[in-house]
């Protein structure tokens, strides 16, 4: 093998693993319930059409899961869930929603990283209360 053959080839691998480091997972109307049933999840209702304004740090968030909910096609799950402004972070417990983070008038989510983070940070505390 030529020395820059393994180059691309080590660059490639290099760049599918970051690609995949740094996703979440998109979820559906079929398996929505089972992936909040479990443990602290955070998930954030996206639009295509609004990607310039998507919560960029969801995938960095710390102990728990992350997930996106495409409402282009899943509007029932928008509704059940009373999402009226993308994007819409909610962080499940178990299933119960805990905190919900939206977006302001222009379409961006007005809280942050730390902000999200915190709300996870004092659920897992409070599990050894």
């Known amino acids: 093998m030529k020395y820059l053959d393994l180059k691309l080839l080590i660059t490639f691998i290099l760049l599918l693993y970051a690609l995949t480091a740094?996703?979440?997972?998109?979820?559906?109307?079929?398996?929505?319930?089972?992936k909040i049933a479990k443990d602290i999840v955070a998930v954030e209702f996206w639009v295509d059409w609004n990607a310039s304004n998507e919560f960029t740090d969801l995938s960095s968030l710390?102990?728990?899961?992350?997930?996106?909910?495409?409402?282009g096609k899943y509007p029932k799950l928008q509704d059940k869930y009373s999402v009226?402004?993308?994007?819409?972070?909610?962080?499940?417990?178990?299933?119960?929603?805990?905190?919900?983070?939206?977006?302001?008038?222009?379409?961006?989510?007005?809280?942050?990283?730390?902000?999200?983070?915190?709300?996870?940070?004092?659920?897992?505390?409070?599990?050894?209360?």
């Open 84 to 129: 009226i402004s993308i994007p819409t972070v909610i962080i499940f417990e178990s299933g119960e929603e805990k905190e919900r983070f939206q977006a302001n008038i222009m379409f961006e989510l007005d809280a942050n990283k730390k902000d999200v983070q915190k709300s996870i940070d004092q659920l897992m505390i409070a599990k050894f209360n």
């Open 62 to 71: 710390n102990d728990c899961s992350k997930y996106r909910v495409d409402i």
């Open 22 to 34: 740094t996703s979440q997972d998109f979820i559906s109307e079929d398996n929505f319930n089972q």
